[in-house]
């Protein structure tokens, strides 16, 4: 229970550090292209999927 509530601990950090520097350094105005973000969404599911299955196996 603690590694989870560290690794929680961790994720909001780095939240709260990445975001105001997402927003500062992001392209201003109306054309913002969301292609680029959409690329990243289909390898971090399979990662995750990987990740759960290596868990639900080994631990």
């Known amino acids: 229970m603690g590694t989870l ?7 909001f950090l780095a939240l709260i550090v990445i975001l105001p520097l997402v927003e500062k350094y992001a392209p201003k105005g109306e ?3 969301y292609g ?3 690329r990243f ?3 971090l599911v399979a990662l ?3 990740a759960q299955m290596i868990r639900y196996y080994f631990f």
């Open 36 to 38: 680029n973000l959409t």
């Open 31 to 33: 054309g913002r292209n």
């Open 5 to 11: 509530l560290i690794i929680l601990a961790v994720l």
């Open 48 to 50: 995750l999927i990987v």
């Open 41 to 43: 969404i289909f390898p």
